[in-house]
């Protein structure tokens, strides 16, 4: 089993509608969650991070937690044509680590 | 956030040389500096933890005598791809974390595209 999985889509949805990506890990002992945001040929940046069990909102963002369930997921609302990229979601480890999933590429149409 | 400054962004050598990538952390101190590599679309793969003052630690799979890691201040540390061949060309990526705890939090460097001809 992987540590951290990811759909790797792609993932289409028009534009202005809700995107909805998901994230299972295996490690129950992980702490924080991280939604990065890469664009082709680029590095990553933060988009939102969760530490406890509930949604934590940020603008357009809404990441949410369920830590019994070892799942999180990051929803995009009034998605723009700008938030194409590839969503990868991060786990910080019980052996302090930081762990990457694959990756959902994220195409919206305008 | 924290800004992560990575250097150099693009180099292309011939196999066999040795190539080094820098990594600084601007605008706060870095016990931990972590180094990632990316080939094309897939993930990050964690190849080691650097830590301030102490010897680096890897990664299953990754050669510590070809990839060579310093941490020698709390700003500033290095990954040293020696000897590269071209199964080395890859999207090496370093990052930081401020401050120590449960946060885990990285920010990025902007990341060194390495080609080995």
């Known amino acids: 089993q992987k540590e951290v999985e990811q759909n790797s889509g792609p993932l289409s949805v028009p534009e202005g509608a809700i995107a909805s990506l998901n994230c299972t890990y295996s490690?129950?002992?992980?702490?924080?969650f991280f939604w990065y945001r890469q664009y082709s040929g680029k590095s990553p940046e933060l988009i939102m991070f969760i530490y406890s069990n509930g949604d934590k909102e940020d603008g357009r963002f809404t990441a949410q937690l369920n830590k019994a369930s070892q799942y999180v997921s990051l929803l995009i609302r009034d998605s723009q044509p700008s938030d194409s990229a590839t969503y990868l979601c991060?786990?910080?480890?019980?052996?302090?680590?930081?762990?990457f999933g694959p990756g959902t590429s994220l195409s919206v149409i305008p | 956030g924290a800004v992560v400054s990575q250097h150099p962004s693009w180099v292309i050598c011939k196999s066999g040389t040795s190539v080094k990538i820098e990594c600084r952390s601007l605008d706060f101190q870095a016990t931990t500096m972590f180094w990632y590599r990316q080939f094309p679309k897939q993930s990050l793969m964690l190849m080691a933890t650097s830590n301030e003052g102490s010897k680096a630690t890897y990664e299953q799979g990754v050669e510590k005598d070809k990839f060579l890691i310093n941490h020698a201040s709390l700003t500033l540390s290095t990954l040293t791809v020696t000897s590269a061949h071209p199964e080395d060309s890859s999207f090496y990526i370093c990052?930081?974390?401020?401050?120590?705890?449960?946060?885990?939090?990285?920010?990025f460097g902007e990341g060194s595209r390495l080609t080995v001809l």
């Open positions: 991060a786990v910080y480890a019980s052996y302090d680590k930081v762990i």
């Open positions: 990052s930081a974390r401020p401050g120590q705890g449960a946060s885990g939090e990285l920010f």
């Open positions: 490690d129950r002992g992980s702490q924080s």
